[in-house]
């Protein structure tokens, strides 16, 4: 079990921008935003936007991804198109993964730092 995620950030308003929009769609909202960060959730938090506590600026690390939960092949459409709108780029455009599973259906972006991150989906459409 994982009680939350916390991706780097060398820029918080920036990767708010995009995970404010992305997280909309996908049922999350920010809980707490600070100095130290922004952290999303549905009622506690799951998921944290911070600047690295050891003072050396975030990298994303190849071969790390994060893989959100969605309720249908179009919310992943969504998502892919949305997050492109807010700063991100595409890097593996709404499909089947049947190499995962044959209901498989996902997107992968890369934030405004780096960081891949996925809207994925196993409903039979």
């Not at 700063?87 to 709404?94: H, L, V």
Request: aromatic share 8%; glycine share 12%.
């Amino acid at each position: 079990m994982i009680n939350h995620v916390s991706l780097g950030t060398n820029d918080i308003e920036r990767a708010r921008r995009f995970y404010d929009a992305i997280f909309a769609l996908l049922g999350m909202r920010p809980l707490k935003v600070d100095e130290t960060g922004a952290h999303y959730g549905t009622g506690e938090i799951l998921f944290s936007l911070v600047k690295p506590t050891n003072g050396q600026p975030a990298t994303a690390g190849n071969g790390t991804h994060v893989a959100f939960p969605a309720r249908s092949r179009k919310m992943v459409d969504e998502f892919h198109a949305l997050a492109l709108r807010s700063g991100g780029r595409s890097d593996g455009a709404p499909g089947l993964r049947p190499e995962y599973d044959k209901n498989y259906y996902g997107a992968f972006v890369l934030d405004p730092d780096g960081n891949k991150v996925e809207a994925v989906t196993h409903a039979a459409e």
